[in-house]
């Protein structure tokens, strides 16, 4: 359960970190969001039953969610239905190899 | 194939709707304690990204910001102004903030100064050569959002300053447009636009921008075109806020 915590912790960081960089550094240079582009492959090629991808896209999209004038959530809901239409594909339809080094949660 | 069963889907949906929803009632403050504690590590990434060396619009602003001024003092029969050596500084009371980053898939900024240090929504934006970034969108207690003369919501009323005549700068994604410029308008390429104080959003005489692009299209009632402003984002790590 620690294990469990620690790791959703430390996956929360990751993107919040990501997301600082990605507001100001990154953004200097261009319009493009990294953050979503790692959400898209993340949710592709990681196991389908795993639930890392959907963690992140919720997180990512919470901390997306911060730094806009947008109606609030339009991220997070998003990519977390994003998420979920790649699982149900990839799961139901479309069995591809997965890349393993992604952790499982 | 247990993970996603339908009743999950829904129930997760569900969920993470109710998260939103609670998070969307503290939304100000939250977006405030964040902005707040990380202004610090994101000015200093955006420092990183903004270069010593200005770009040749913002330098440009030095030399057009005299040109403007003077027209617009002239116009305005206020020579004794400048003789007596009544600057701009004068005439404005400034809020020197830092940027700290920029919203994704807008052009907003996010600047480190807020409702605490006397800034309110729509105050004007400048660069320090005086030339006009935009306007305050939204202040919260601790920084502030600026919207950018690029951001599809932006337009504002400008004067050109050579002919006289008046126009708007509409935002169109990362670039600035002119519009709305009256067909016998001897306006060209290169000429300087300030703000005008006709729409009643800025006091008159800000610099907006120089004109790079006419468009004269026989079937279009108003001439169109492109303004180039006077900054760069990689320019922009202090801004000025005019408060009065």
Known sequence: ????????????????????????FISIFTDF??????IVIINLIENPESN??????????????????YYFGIFTLGLVLFSLTAKIVLLKFLKIPYVSFIPKI | MKTFTLKRIILLLIIVIIIIFIFSFFEGKLKNEIQKNF????????????SKEKSPAYIEAKDDFKIAEIASLKEENEFLREILGISIEKDYKFEIA???????????????????????DNMAVLTSEKALIGKILKAYDDYSEVMLLSNKDSA???????????????????KVLLDYLEKESEVKEGDICITSSLGGQFKEGLLVGKIVKINDLG??????????????????????????
Do not use: C, H
């Not at chain 1, 890392?52 to 004038?69: C, H, K, R, V």
């Not at chain 2, 830092?98 to 309110?120: A, H, M, P, R, W």
């Open chain 2, 39 to 50: 202004s610090g590590v994101k000015e200093f990434l955006w420092s990183i990204g903004t």
């Open chain 1, 52 to 69: 890392f991808g959907l963690l992140s896209a919720f997180l990512a999209g919470i901390f997306l969610d911060f730094n806009t004038t």
């Open chain 2, 156 to 174: 504002i009323d400008i004067k050109i300053v050579s002919t006289k005549d008046y126009a708007i700068a509409k935002g169109g994604s990362e």
């Open chain 1, 33 to 38: 969001n990294f953050i979503v582009l790692l």
């Open chain 2, 98 to 120: 830092s940027v700290t980053g920029k919203n994704s898939f807008e052009d907003v900024l996010t600047i480190n100064k807020g409702l605490k240090d006397g800034v309110q």
């Open chain 2, 219 to 244: 079937s279009e009632v108003f001439k169109t075109g492109e303004i180039r402003p006077f900054f760069t984002l990689k320019d922009l790590d202090k801004v000025l806020i005019v408060k009065e």
């Open chain 1, 1 to 24: 359960m620690i294990n469990k915590t620690l790791k959703i912790v430390l996956i929360a960081l990751f993107w919040f970190l990501l997301m600082l960089i990605q507001t100001s």
